[in-house]
């Protein structure tokens, strides 16, 4: 990776987000104080959405992150490769984050194993530094790096968790899922439906979402609903369009599925 083309990590177009409480002032504040951030909420709610949107307000290169158990420190960090003239050094992503200055969104961070974890440690406090171990190299963080982490709460065994030495180096902001007007107009405009149709929608959702706890795991997400309305868009029939993109991903259990199906029989 050329750690030097920052171009390429920027947001040229706006993306729409649309702000649901007073996040955006928020990590605006935190961006100018280089907290590091921690956005908490369901799978689906607009969390990555949001950071998207901060970088491209903020004129930062966001470098996303996807975590998982198999990820080693090295492939966040980077690592020597072999080539036909020997090895050379290849940055990782939060090496190159934190060299052009960039925000670095480390995504469902919690599925990382903590030994990978860790390495984010000195970059999230008073040291912003990235020690680079196997080049024997100590990385000072540029003026303008930030890191951010994602992460859903409540679908975490306590074996996931994030050990308190981390969460303790960072704010968070908590995202659920928008108030009904702003959940509407965010379906209508991102699946292309009429408000009417999107309300439909959402209010089928919110039935889904007080039978969390009672045999489902979590709600239906917005990006269920806009994956619905999309689908609606394309011309599917609404019963249809919801089955497919609402009721079947969501649950295998059959009386689960007949409520939901109840659910939207109600408005279709
Ligand atoms: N406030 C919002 N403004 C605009 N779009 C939104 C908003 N909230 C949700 N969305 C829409 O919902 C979709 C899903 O949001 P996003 O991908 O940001 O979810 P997420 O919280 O990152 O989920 P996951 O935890 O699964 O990664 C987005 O693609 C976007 O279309
Ligand atoms: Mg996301």
């Given at each position: ?143 303008d790096f930030q890191l951010v ?120």
């Amino acid at each position: 990776m050329n750690s030097d083309s920052k171009e390429q990590y920027l947001i040229e177009k706006e993306p729409y987000y649309k702000e649901v409480h007073d996040e955006i002032s928020l990590y605006e504040a935190a961006y100018a104080a280089r907290l590091p951030m921690m956005v908490k909420g369901p799978t689906g709610c607009g969390k990555s959405r949001f950071v998207e949107y901060m970088a491209w307000r903020l004129k930062r290169p966001l470098i996303t992150v996807a975590c998982n158990e198999d990820m080693t420190a090295s492939d966040l960090v980077g690592r020597f490769l072999l080539d036909k003239d020997g090895t050379k050094w290849q940055d990782g992503p939060l090496t190159t984050a934190a060299r052009i200055g960039a925000i670095c969104y480390l995504d469902e961070i919690v599925e990382a194993r903590q030994d990978t974890t860790v390495v984010i440690h000195p970059l999230t406090d008073h040291r912003r530094t990235l020690p680079l171990d196997k080049k024997g190299e100590l990385i000072q963080a540029h003026p303008d790096f930030q890191l951010v982490i994602s992460f859903n709460p409540g679908y975490q065994s306590s074996m996931k968790d994030l050990k308190q030495s981390t969460k303790q180096r960072f704010g968070a902001l908590d995202f659920s899922y928008p108030e009904r007007t702003i959940e509407v107009e965010i379906v209508a405009h991102e699946s292309g439906v009429s408000e009417d149709m999107a309300e439909k929608l959402v209010s089928i959702a919110e039935r889904s979402r007080n039978l969390k706890g009672h045999g489902l795991d979590e709600g239906l997400s917005t990006r269920m609903l806009i994956y619905a309305g999309a689908l609606i868009q394309k011309g599917v029939a609404p019963i249809a369009a919801c089955s497919m993109a609402l009721v079947r991903p969501i649950t295998d259990d059959p009386d689960m599925r007949d409520a939901l199906d109840a659910a939207v029989g109600t408005f279709f």
